[in-house]
Structure formats: C-alpha cells, structure tokens
C-alpha cells in the first residue's frame, strides 16, 4: 500500500474517530487565571442566583424566637448517705447523659401544654422544646422555639417548672420511704436494743430523714429563667448568604471546570506543539495589518509591525535550525479546518524568506477555492491549473509582486476547479511542476487546502519536504489535532512543526504608567494569553485563509 492510500484510507476515517488523548502540558497559576477570567461568568452568574436563592428563601420563612432556661443538677450523695444508703461514684459523663434524659422523657410536655393552655398540645411542645448540655457540667439548657418570643420564654419556663416540681416530689417520697424503713426497724428492736449504739443510730437517722422530708429539696434548680428574646434565631439571613455565597461558589467552579473539559479548543502555542508533537515554528501575534489587503502588485508586509514581521522571521529561521540535516526546499502550509489562517501565514512566510535573501516561490494549490489573485490583486489566469493541463509553462503563469522594494514570485491557482482537481495534483505533471520549481528557487512554500475538508491535501503531502500546519487559538480543536496527528503519522508525513496563529500577546508592565508592550521572546517562548482580552489600541483581529 503507497503511502497515499494510507493517508486517504486515515482521512476516510478521520471524522469518525473518537479516541481522545490529552498531551497538554500541567496546568500553572497563569492557565489557572486565563480559566477562570474565561468562565468567571458562569461562576459569577452562579454565585449571584444561589444568593439570591438564600435571600428569598430567608425571606419567605416565618419568624422563629428561641427562649433558653438553665437548670443546675446537684450531688444526691449526702443525701443518700443519710437515707442510710450506699454512696456511689457515679462518671460524671454518665450522670450527665441520665440527668438530661431525665429531661426529655416523661410526661414534661403534657404538663406544660396543660398549664399554658392557649391550644398547646404536647406534641407541639414537644417539637417546640430541646435539651442540652456540655459533657461532665451539671448545668443543662431547655430551649423552646415559637413564633412569639414571650410564648417560647413561657414554654421553657413552663416545661423546667414542672421537672424541678417533679423532682421534688420524687425527692419527698424518696425520703419518706427511707422513714417508714427506719421507722419499721425501730419498733422491731427491743427497748434495751433502742438505747444501745444501733438504736441511736436509726433515732438519729429517722430525725435528719423527718427533717428532709419535711423540706422541700431537689436535685435539680432552675439556675436562670429563660427571657423573651428580642431578635429571631430563624431564619439566619446572614448565615444563609454565605451558604448560598460558597455553594454558589464552587457549583459555578464545578460548571466552568465541566464547560472547560467539553471545550475542546486550543488556547495556548505549548498545547498546539503538545497535541501534534513536533516543535513550536512560532506564535504569530493578533494584527489589523495581517488582514489588510495589500496594493495591487504589492504583498503588504510593510505594513507589519515589528512584532509582526519578526515573528515571520522566526519561523522561518527555526523552520532553517530545527531542520538543520534535512534540505527542506518545498513546504506545504495547511490548516486542519478552515479558518485557520494558513493562507496569510503562508503569504508573509513567503515575504519573510524572501527578505532573508531567499529565492522564493509562493505556490497556491487550492484548485478548488483559491484566493490569492483576490487578495494579491493578480490575474487570475494563468495559474497552476493551466501549467498542469499544460496549456502553458511554469515561468509564463508565474506573476511578481513588491515586497519592500524586492520580488517575491506568486504562481496563483489560477481559476477554480470544480471537476475532479485531484487528477491534476495527483497527475505527473504536478510532480514535474514542484520538481522544477525546487531547481529554480530556495525555498517553495505550498498553500495547500485545509486537510479535514477534501482529499486534494493529503495527495500533496508525499510530493513536498515539510509540512507546517497553522492553528489558530481558541478556533482550532483539539480532538481534530489529535485525530489528524493520528492520520499524518500512518503515512510518515514529513511534518515539521505548526505555527500559532491569533495569539493574543502576554502584557508586561512594571506599573499602571508603563506601556504594555510584547517581544518577540514573548512570541518565541510562548509566552502568550489567549484567554486575556487586550485593552484600548491593543484590540487587533487575526486573520483568517
């Protein structure tokens, strides 16, 4: 199988294919910024509706008002002890968890809504009241929420009343049943037994138990009775705007983190290389005079900023360095989709080489759509159509334009061809064309149709030395790169390197007075921002083939 047929059997395939590789390289706290100033809409547009979603919802709920009471548990040692019963060592973290169970089991609720009345039931007490407590303290807290603050003092006033009365009445039946107990082993000692040292000691023991009982105690007071509150404990307005603020937060983050992985655009030079894994030629910078339409026989390039025009002159040097051992004389300039640029870069590269002392070729071989005689103001006949039907020769279509003062040769495509154009650049005769064209110049740069649109490329990639493939930032595809790199590396394409197109220059400025300004280093390194939006006299537009 020629290596044709492998490239048209990939580009058969290279729609459908679905793998995705990831060959970027490790995000830095600059990517990190250009993704969030690209979806800080989303964020912010998140952040504003979960706030604003808290603030109605606080809005809309009913007023609740929290009356909080204290109540103290006391040691019953003493008392036991008294009583004539063991004392025990109970952990105080133990008696801690019974005291405020003690607290929220029994009939505490019924009683209160009794005595309140006003149609409490013990239910709505019951979800009205809470218990609580610090671990190992004696000191315990009924709380009660209501819609009326003096209603909520009231229910916790209520509800701890009625446990301390329970518990004194528990006490005083407590030390009763201790007296009826002594009391009864009295009367079974005989009257010699009453005055010896037992008898004493139960006398003794009834009269301290007849004193306790005769006094009102219990192991539990009320420390501080619970006040009417005078601001709401529900809703928390301020509370649930921060909720909302952080969850609105981080939902928008999570979207902009999704939108940012099914955005499969290419935004930065470093990625562009990565993806097809060849070298960065060189970042071509957003410029007004890279679109312009040049005079009729002119190329425009001096209309190029310095900026500009170096960073043609940087691709074509590393285009010289980084195939040092290879004799590149014919160059195909291609784009994955449209748009891309190609036609332009192919253009300037041209002007470039050519002012570097090079004798140069600029060779359109879009027969379908060409542009060139448009955009250079040349004839549109004859071109590479008529040469290779062979109506005329190679020097007779070939037309000159000015750039700076020098001429730079075009061969235009000539009038397009919409009947079967690959039979001519599959054809001998194009073999003959570039063969020719390589012996008669330095360098011959091929702007070739984009590769993902017809096969005419593909047919033209084992006939030239190097292929260079343009990208332009945040248009081309990442999954497209990626599917093409896959379909060039069947065939061996001699590929060697891309060129970013539309990169959106890094700013540099040493304060708010200083002029922001990009180097060519800047271009050359990389060191661009296609996510920062340029400010004032900065905002230029890329071209487009």
């Known amino acids: 199988m020629s290596s044709v047929d492998r490239w048209l059997k990939g580009f058969s395939g290279l729609r459908g294919y679905s793998s995705v590789l990831n060959d970027s390289d490790e995000p830095n706290i600059a990517q990190v910024l250009g993704?969030?100033?690209?979806?800080?809409?989303?964020?912010a547009l998140c952040l504003v509706l979960a706030v604003a979603a808290a603030y109605g919802y606080s809005k809309h709920q009913v007023k609740q008002y929290t009356a909080t009471a204290s109540l103290v548990f006391s040691s019953n040692q003493q008392t036991e002890a008294i009583a004539g019963v063991a004392a025990t060592n109970t952990n105080a973290l133990l008696q801690q968890e019974s005291n405020l169970e003690l607290l929220r089991l029994g009939?505490?609720?019924?009683?209160?809504?009794?005595?309140?009345?006003?149609?409490?039931?013990?239910?709505?007490?019951?979800?009205?009241?809470?218990?609580?407590?610090?671990?190992?303290?004696?000191?315990?807290?009924?709380?009660?929420?209501n819609t009326s603050p003096a209603l909520a003092a009231e229910i916790a006033n209520t509800y701890s009343q009625r446990f301390v009365a329970e518990q004194e009445g528990a006490s005083h039946g407590y030390y009763q049943s201790a007296l009826a107990l002594v009391r009864k082993e009295l009367r079974a000692l005989s009257p010699q037994q009453r005055v010896g040292t037992d008898g004493v000691q139960l006398q003794d023991r009834a009269q301290s138990l007849e004193l306790l009982a005769g006094?009102?105690?219990?192991?539990?007071?009320?420390?501080?009775?619970?006040?009417?509150?005078?601001?709401p404990s529900s809703p928390r307005t301020h509370r649930n705007l921060l909720i909302g603020a952080i969850l609105g937060f981080f939902v928008g983050l999570g979207l902009a983190i999704v939108l940012e992985r099914l955005d499969t655009r290419i935004r930065r030079p470093s990625e562009l290389a990565a993806t097809y894994r060849v070298p960065l030629l060189g970042s071509v910078p957003q410029g007004a005079?890279?679109?312009?339409?040049?005079?009729?026989?002119?190329?425009?390039?001096?209309?190029?900023t310095l900026v500009e025009a170096e960073a043609f002159h940087l691709i074509r040097a590393r285009l010289r360095s980084f195939n040092a051992e290879r004799d590149i004389r014919a160059v195909l300039v291609t784009s994955a989709a449209p748009d891309e640029g190609k036609t332009t870069v192919a253009r300037h590269l041209a002007a470039a080489a050519m002012r570097m002392g090079s004798r140069v070729l600029l060779l359109e071989a879009d027969l379908r759509r060409p542009s060139l005689t448009q955009t250079l103001a040349l004839r549109s006949q004859?071109?590479?159509?008529?040469?290779?039907q062979g109506t005329v020769v190679l020097s007779a279509a070939t037309q000159s334009i000015v750039v700076d003062g020098q001429a730079l040769d075009v061969l235009p495509a000539g009038p397009a061809v919409h009947r079967n154009p690959?039979?001519?650049?599959?054809?001998?005769?194009?073999?003959?064309?570039?063969?020719?064209?390589?012996s008669a110049y330095d360098l011959v740069i091929v702007d070739s149709p984009e590769l993902d649109l017809v096969s005419d490329a593909f047919l033209l990639l084992p006939k030239v030395d190097g292929i260079i493939i343009v990208g332009r930032m945040g248009r081309c595809r990442r999954d497209v790169a990626q599917r093409l790199r896959q379909v060039l590396a069947t065939g061996s394409a001699p590929l060697v390197g891309v060129v970013a197109n539309g990169v959106k220059p890094a700013r540099h400025s040493s304060d708010s007075s200083t002029a922001k300004t990009t180097t060519v280093d800047d271009l050359a390194a990389g060191n661009t921002s296609a996510g920062d939006a340029p400010a004032g006299d900065q905002l230029i537009h890329s071209t487009r083939a």
């Open 107 to 145: 009939d505490m609720a019924e009683k209160t809504a009794a005595a309140l009345g006003r149609g409490l039931t013990a239910a709505a007490v019951s979800g009205d009241v809470s218990v609580s407590g610090q671990p190992e303290s004696t000191f315990a807290t009924v709380s009660a929420t």
């Open 422 to 438: 690959v039979e001519l650049i599959e054809s001998h005769a194009m073999n003959a064309t570039l063969a020719q064209a390589r």
């Open 382 to 388: 004859p071109g590479l159509s008529e040469v290779l």
């Open 35 to 43: 993704f969030l100033s690209r979806r800080s809409i989303w964020i």
């Open 215 to 231: 006094l009102p105690h219990s192991t539990v007071q009320i420390a501080q009775e619970a006040l009417a509150p005078t601001s």
């Open 289 to 304: 005079a890279l679109s312009r339409t040049p005079r009729a026989g002119e190329a425009g390039s001096h209309d190029l």
